[in-house]
């Protein structure tokens, strides 16, 4: 499996639109499938953030994880988050997430970030398990999320 910039793989972007409005759109209930794409075509990036990252095996987009400056907007006050990490159904539970949690850790910390933050709905004990921290409890578009915190090593 290879980490890329979505850059490089921009014919992935309807599959990606399509995992996270499925996953997702119920946070976002006055977003379009359109609006979606929209969002993850401006991940396309590899010099600023927003960027997506995306894991690849033979020549198929598995999953995905991104880097930007604001995930809430309730929440200006922090900043950089890691968002949109989704990996396929069917490569769930061989460690395409942790790489591409990793991979997005390392890039921040590249950049010059020595924090991150980001909100599950329904994950917290996967990232707590990679070293994230409960923040918050709170409501999130009518859901309840938990807001968790990672302090980047130098």
């Known amino acids: 499996m290879e980490v890329g910039y979505l850059a490089n793989y921009q014919d992935s972007v309807p599959q990606i639109a399509g995992w996270f409005y499925n996953e997702w759109s119920y946070l976002y209930p006055e977003r379009s499938m359109e609006d979606f794409e929209r969002v993850v075509?401006?991940?396309a990036n590899r010099d600023r953030i927003p960027f997506a990252l995306v894991a690849i095996e033979s020549d198929l987009v598995i999953g995905t994880a991104s880097l930007k400056m604001y995930d809430m907007d309730d929440r200006f006050d922090l900043a950089p988050w890691l968002a949109g990490l989704y990996v396929a159904k069917e490569w769930r539970c061989r460690g395409v997430g942790s790489i591409l949690v990793k991979a997005v850790e390392e890039k921040a910390?590249?950049?010059?970030?020595?924090?991150?933050?980001l909100y599950t709905?329904?994950?917290a004990h996967f990232y707590t398990r990679l070293g994230w921290r409960i923040l918050e409890l709170k409501a999130y578009n009518g859901t309840p999320v938990t807001l968790m915190g990672r302090t980047l090593a130098f």
């Open 41 to 43: 075509r401006e991940r």
């Open 109 to 117: 910390q590249h950049i010059g970030f020595s924090e991150l933050f």
């Open 121 to 123: 709905p329904d994950s």
